[in-house]
């Protein structure tokens, strides 16, 4: 997957490019016999530069505009070092921010100024931390719990078995609404390991939103599929999939700011 040097010809590629994953959902939404419009987009923008996401974010707006008929796509970053440095060169277009990487307390701060959702929260500490900072908005703050479905060591989020009782938790905060549960998928080509996963971030989210507790009938959402693996969370139900390497191309390594992955 390259991504063309000129500004130009890197707008046109990024604009089929999301076009294309537009279609893929709704491949997957209809094979899972749901209306396509009941999965939002969400795009991990990490590593690419400020005109790159403008780009996917006018193409967005373009495919509105013609009547796609799709709720405006959302843009998602790991590093709050990054979302600072994007978000005020993209503020016109008002696109919302969701913080999808783990997010220190001594970031909070920073994170809060942008961010119109937290979705990697995977202790009480962190949602204490927001609920403090946020509890004087109008507005309550969207937060996510982070679930680790796989178990990998080296994965951020709570273990399944401890995720129930943070969710509730979290959902009595002030100033906070939980909105759902985020988890990164296994890292593995066995498709059925990939989509067990799922499968168990939704009953997370079904007992989650059965208990009764306060709070917790709202948290519908289930923010999990990336690029290699869309289909089998659409399958699981997945109303947020975060989109990099299908829209933008594969990542330089070495980070922004250096030659275009090739
Ligand atoms: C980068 C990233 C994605 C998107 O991954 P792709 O494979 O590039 O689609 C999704 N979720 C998180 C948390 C990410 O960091």
Known sequence: MERPDDPEDRARHVAARLAELRARVARAAAAAGRPAG??????????MDAATVRAALRADADARSA???TPPVLLGENRVQELVAKAPELV??????HVIGPLQSNKV???????AAVESVADDALAQRLSERVRERPVPLDVWVQVNVSGEPTKHGAPPEAARGLAVRVAALPGLRLAGFMTVGANTADEAAVRAGYALLRRVRDDVVGCGEPGTAEAQGLSMGMSRDLEAAVAEGATVVRIGTAVFGTRDVAGPGSAPAR
């Open 109 to 115: 701060n920073a994170a809060l100024r942008w961010a």
């Open 67 to 69: 009547g796609s008929g």
């Open 38 to 47: 009941d999965v939002r987009v969400l795009l991990a923008s990490k590593t």
């Open 92 to 97: 016109d277009l008002a696109p919302a921010w």
